[in-house]
């Protein structure tokens, strides 16, 4: 017959209860089953497969009871050296627990594995045990955000702690608990070897989220988990053109994935905070792309029948696009984080881009100091990006500097006056077009009657034109997981289209 299990009691008040006082109601008892905790421990020390088998991230700190916590504890060391745990090989760890002790000694153990009935549903002893730890979790958060709207001893900041009841739920939802601690390096290279699954799965070239291009991802690997990528060029580069285009691609390889069962894809969901730009004009500039219309024909109208049957087609094919377009302006850091929180928990985005820096605002502490401002910024991007665990893309503006010199090719140094960006980037890169610049300047045709007589210098222009027209540089300035460089790519700019550029096809100039 088997043994009834004494089980630890819970505490009269847990951490965060405040004792009974006179005429206040009763202390609730915060969320937990004791049972359910005793008969999935007996259950994994009968089976220890049963580790291998969870469906929820089970942590130690999970268990209401502190002592389950360091059964599950040592239980999950000793399966990491492969060995076999059962109350025997656990009974030496315990000798010496004062929680034990209150129990009659290791002999608890034993009591745990006396029924076996955990062994009838695991897996929902599991998910409750989670759940609700999660519970208790939110608790917690309920009252130390309650405690904090009643406290009006220091400034009375709403919007502040409404972000950071936000913050704090977000962490709830995914299942944290708060307290992050380090990782161990078993996990880290665990990680590390998933990436390199996937590069290998890709063809060798994306170990990130795709860009979309070839030539970007072979030398960037695509675009990585917590990095912060900064676009930036001076205004007519086509910064805007080419995250719009990565933004794309990226949405539109998860969804042709998804089109083809394809579990592990390198295409993501995607939000993109338009600071600039209204999510109308962004749509009309993608459906321009796609439908090989230019979206200066869209806007007046100026197509035809069957340019609008093309654009229609389009608007269908992208009508399940997980693009998210957020075009609220002058957006604070603290502002965008929750935003993008709330997206990430509701549609799982993989990709955050932002056009442009400039264009937000910091927390109001520095509105004194633009320098430090953008500083703040750009370190509350990175911070976003390492806490979302998604790629970051934020578009900025360069100095002046660059027009005051021969070679119009941005460098890092064009980027020192906007503080900390540089340093907060985890890969800075340049767009740089010749052709804009030979454009402008044209030498001026003289007219003589009716024939129009060109000039030796103009006909080296034209010459010099034709070399580089349609041709673009991304210049990889730092990255800091690989090698620097340039990327040749070709702009198509009344489509506002960047793509590979094909072998050979690099015109002359600077491109050859």
């Not at 340049?430 to 030979?438: A, N, P, Q």
């Not at 103009?458 to 034109?465: F, I, S």
């Amino acid at each position: 017959m088997a043994s009834t299990i004494s089980l630890p009691r819970a505490p009269a008040h847990s951490a965060g209860d405040s004792p009974d006082t006179p005429g206040a109601p009763a202390t609730r008892a915060l969320p937990a089953n004791l049972e359910a905790e005793a008969a999935f421990l007996g259950a994994l020390l009968i089976d220890n497969r049963l580790a291998e088998e969870m469906n929820v991230p089970l942590r130690p700190e999970h268990f209401f009871e502190p002592l389950h916590g360091r059964i599950f504890e040592r239980t999950q060391i000793l399966l990491d050296k492969q060995m076999v745990v059962t109350p025997v090989t656990l009974k030496p760890y315990f000798d010496g627990d004062a929680g034990m002790a209150e129990l009659g000694g290791t002999s608890y153990l034993a009591r745990l594995t006396a029924d076996g009935q955990g062994l009838l549903a695991p897996r929902a002893l599991a998910q409750q045990i989670y759940d609700l730890a999660l519970l208790r979790e939110l608790v917690r958060v309920g009252r130390e955000l309650v405690e904090s709207a009643l406290d009006t001893s220091e400034e009375v900041e709403p919007m502040r702690q409404i972000e950071t009841a936000e913050a704090r739920l977000f962490e709830v939802a995914e299942g944290a608990t708060g307290n992050s601690e380090a990782e161990s390096f078993r996990g880290a290279t665990g990680k590390a070897l998933e990436m390199i699954e996937t590069a290998i799965n890709s063809g060798g070239h994306v170990s990130g989220k795709t860009t979309g291009f070839a030539s970007i991802n072979e030398k960037c690997g695509g675009l990585h988990n917590s990095d912060l990528i900064i676009i930036a060029g001076r205004p007519g580069m086509g910064k805007s053109s080419l995250a719009t285009n990565i933004a794309f691609n990226c949405a539109d390889r998860l969804l042709r994935d998804k089109r083809d069962g394809i579990e592990k894809s390198v295409g993501a969901g995607v939000a993109l905070f338009s600071l600039e730009m209204s999510s109308d004009q962004l749509a009309t500039r993608i459906l321009a792309e796609q439908a090989g219309i230019p979206s200066e024909a869209l806007r007046m109208g100026k197509i035809s029948r069957d340019d609008f049957q093309q654009l229609s087609y389009a608007s269908q094919r992208l009508a399940e696009l997980p693009l998210f377009i957020d075009d609220t302006p002058a957006l604070s850091v603290s502002a965008l984080r929750t935003r993008a929180r709330r997206l990430k928990r509701r549609h799982d985005i993989g990709l955050i881009v932002i056009d442009y820096l400039q264009l937000m605002q910091g927390s109001g502490r520095s509105q004194d100091n633009r320098v430090n401002e953008i500083s703040e910024i750009s370190r509350g991007l990175k911070t976003l990006a390492k806490e979302l665990q998604v790629p970051v893309i934020a578009l900025s503006q360069l100095s002046r500097a660059v027009e005051q010199r021969e070679d119009k090719r941005p460098m890092l140094s064009d980027l020192r006056e906007s503080g900390s960006i540089e340093q907060d980037a985890d890969m800075v890169w340049f767009i740089f077009r010749e052709d804009y610049y030979v454009a402008s300047r044209e030498p001026k045709v003289p007219h003589g009657g009716s024939d129009m007589k060109v000039t030796e210098a103009h006909a080296a222009w034209q010459a010099e034109m034709e070399s580089v027209f349609g041709l673009a540089e991304l210049i990889i300035a730092k990255q800091r997981h690989g090698a620097t460089g340039k990327v040749r790519m070709r702009f198509e700019p009344k489509v506002t289209r960047f793509s590979d550029l094909a072998e050979g096809d690099y015109g002359g100039g600077s491109y050859g």
